[in-house]
Structure formats: C-alpha cells, structure tokens
C-alpha cells in the first residue's frame, strides 16, 4: 500500500518542549496538506504545500509552529515549546487534483 | 466555501441502503461536493464528489438534487465497517485548497 505515511503514530511530551512530525505523501502528488483534529470536531486546515512552496497558512498555525516540504516530496511540521492544548491528532493528506488522500495521522499529548 | 448542514446521527441496519443527506443551499456554480469519511482513530477517508451529476463509484452512490442545494450520499449494502463519522463538505476547485470539516453525521450499522 503506497497510501500517505506519518510518523510516529503516537507522541507524548512534556509541556515546553520541541516535537517535530513527519509527513511521507503517495508518489507524485505535488500537494500537501496538514490538518489538526481534537477530540469531537472535525480536522481543521493548518497549511498547504504545493510541491516545495508554502501557499496558505491558517490562522490557527501560530509563530509556535513551523512546517516544510523541502524537496517538494516529505514534508515536516514542528511545534516549538508545546502547550497543553496543542493535544490534538495531526493530520497529513496529499493530492493530485482533487481528493486528498489522508494519512493514519500523528496523535500528540502534551504532559 | 458553502456551508453545510448533517444530521448529527443515523441509524442503519447491517446489509440495507444507508442514505445519508446534506444540506448545501448557499452553494455556488463552481463548487463541488465531497464525501469524507473517519473510522474511528484513522485519518479520513475521501468516497465520492460531485458537481451536478450524480456519480457512483465502487464505494458509493452521490445524489444531487438538481437545484444543488442538497445531497444524499448512498451506502447501498451497509457492514458493520461502514460504521463512522461521515463528513459532507463543498468545496470550489479555483483557488481554495483546504477541505472544511463540520461535525458530520456518525452513522452506526446495527447488526
């Protein structure tokens, strides 16, 4: 199965410190997407690449988080000094024309 | 982006048509709708889209009303792994990326 990876699965860290996720999308799709999802709601759009360039940033993503995708192809999404309601699953999903294709996504507990 | 109106739950008995509808009456010419779909801790599931015809594929039936201002997604012979969150969205495919989820419908096949 070739479908979008993340990695790890699963992060625990304690308050203030650094993490930094990874995003693997299927081959050759040149868009890249991260979402965030708590618990009862529905993911909300953080940013987007398409190929290497960042082109929509949410204001949820604030100075605290930082993401890339630096040869146009895995993508990175880190968030500096952690904050109890950074808690959340983080999703990643990459396309080709029309429908994103998900990934298992990363869950995030901040301690 | 549209918005979009479900029912927050649904019943549906194993081995019958799960039919689950959407409200989009504010949706414009050029945007399309998308059926997701989130088992329970998994990243999202994309089914189905549509713009004005109705489409069906190996997972699914989407039914547009021809004012488009609804639709009724079709799970033709409902399993117990059908049971998730089902989120309709619209989206225009000029400019917007981003996928917004609402709360979904979260449909439960009873055996």
């Known amino acids: 199965d070739t479908g979008v990876s993340q990695n790890p699965r699963h992060k625990i860290t304690k308050r203030g410190q650094n993490v930094t996720f990874r995003c693997d999308p299927i081959s050759e799709h040149n868009r890249l997407y991260w979402y965030r999802q708590t618990l009862g709601q529905g993911p909300e759009f953080l940013t987007y690449f398409q190929n290497e360039a960042q082109l929509e940033k949410s204001r949820l993503l604030s100075d605290r988080f930082s993401a890339e995708r630096p040869k146009g192809s895995f993508s990175t999404l880190e968030i500096q000094r952690t904050e109890q309601g950074d808690s959340a699953m983080y999703l990643c999903?990459?396309?080709?024309?029309?429908?994103?294709?998900f990934g298992p996504g990363t869950r995030l507990t901040v301690t | 982006d549209a918005k979009t109106t479900q029912p927050p739950s649904m019943d549906c008995a194993e081995g019958r048509a799960a039919n689950l509808p959407c409200n989009h009456s504010?949706?414009?010419?050029?945007?399309?709708v998308y059926w997701y779909r989130q088992i329970h801790s998994q990243g999202p599931q994309y089914i189905i889209h549509g713009l004005k015809n109705n489409e069906t594929n190996e997972m699914a039936s989407l039914i547009i009303t021809e004012d488009r201002k609804s639709s009724t997604l079709i799970l033709p012979h409902a399993t117990l792994r059908d049971t998730a969150v089902y989120y309709c969205?619209?989206?225009?495919?000029?400019?917007?990326?981003?996928?917004?989820f609402g709360t979904g419908t979260r449909l439960t096949i009873i055996p």
């Open positions: 504010t949706i414009s010419g050029n945007e399309y």
């Open positions: 969205i619209v989206r225009s495919n000029f400019g917007n990326e981003k996928l917004t």
């Open positions: 999903a990459s396309s080709l024309d029309r429908a994103q294709y």
